[in-house]
T-cell receptor, first 111, second 113 residues
Framework: DAGITQSPRHKVTETGTPVTLRCHQTENHRYMYWYRQDPGHGLRLIHYSYGVKDTDKGEVSDGYSVSRSKTEDFLLTLESATSSQTSVYFC??????????FGSGTRLTVV | GENVEQHPSTLSVQEGDSAVIKCTYSDSASNYFPWYKQELGKRPQLIIDIRSNVGEKKDQRIAVTLNKTAKHFSLHITETQPEDSAVYFCAASVDQGAQKLVFGQGTRLTINP
């Protein structure tokens, strides 16, 4: 749907373990984003990418890293997961005049 | 950086009535203001957006107004229907380059039959 997919859709992990979430697009868009969604906070930007190997921090980047080795893939890594990183994670692409298109989201639970 | 405040956090209206959601922003450089609708368990989807060279934009039953001087913009939904029940988010950004959207906290709109 809309050329953007996220995996996995759900994940439960233990505190202290590394976790990688994947975002894949099929439309060759330059800009990709990772947001987290928490009640009362809306969507907050974690990291974004403006091209292959070009990334920058967002508002809530502590504890997260990203990589983009190919135009179509944008990976979000939690190096050592904490309970405060329990959230719903959305990837998005910027489609110009059509604004953002979001992926279906990943529900991550850190226990 | 940009800060977007959204009110109210919850809104309940009778079917057929109008609903208004308001947002304020802090960065005068922002010039792109989209609204997203998120149904339960689904992804946010763009419903309407406005750029700072216009003051109002309509699309059937929804409209957005922008007051750049006061740094606020609003979403208006007329003749509300049950399918309008959802969470609505406003956002703001500079409309160039990476277009990093800053979102409001969201409004849960409930349409009562």
């Amino acid at each position: 749907d809309a050329g953007i997919t996220q995996s996995p859709r759900h994940k439960v992990t233990e505190t202290g373990t590394p976790v990688t979430l994947r975002c894949h697009q099929t439309e060759n868009h330059r800009y990709m984003y990772w947001y987290r969604q928490d009640p009362g906070h809306g969507l907050r930007l974690i990291h974004y990418s403006y091209g292959v190997k070009d990334t920058d921090k967002g508002e809530v980047s502590d504890g997260y890293s990203v990589s983009r080795s190919k135009t179509e893939d944008f990976l979000l890594t939690l190096e050592s997961a904490t309970s405060s990183q329990t959230s719903v994670y959305f990837c998005a692409i910027s489609t110009g005049a059509r604004g953002y298109t979001f992926g279906s989201g990943t529900r991550l639970t850190v226990v | 950086g940009e800060n977007v405040e959204q009110h109210p956090s919850t809104l309940s209206v009778q079917e057929g009535d109008s609903a208004v959601i308001k947002c304020t922003y802090s960065d005068s450089a922002s010039n792109y203001f989209p609204w997203y609708k998120q149904e339960l368990g689904k992804r946010p989807q763009l419903i309407i957006d406005i750029r700072s060279n216009v003051g109002e934009k309509k699309d059937q039953r929804i409209a957005v107004t922008l007051n750049k001087t006061a740094k606020h913009f609003s979403l208006h939904i007329t003749e509300t229907q049950p399918e309008d029940s959802a969470v609505y988010f406003c956002a703001a950004s500079v409309d160039q380059g990476a277009q990093k959207l800053v979102f409001g906290q969201g409004t849960r709109l409930t349409i009562n039959p």
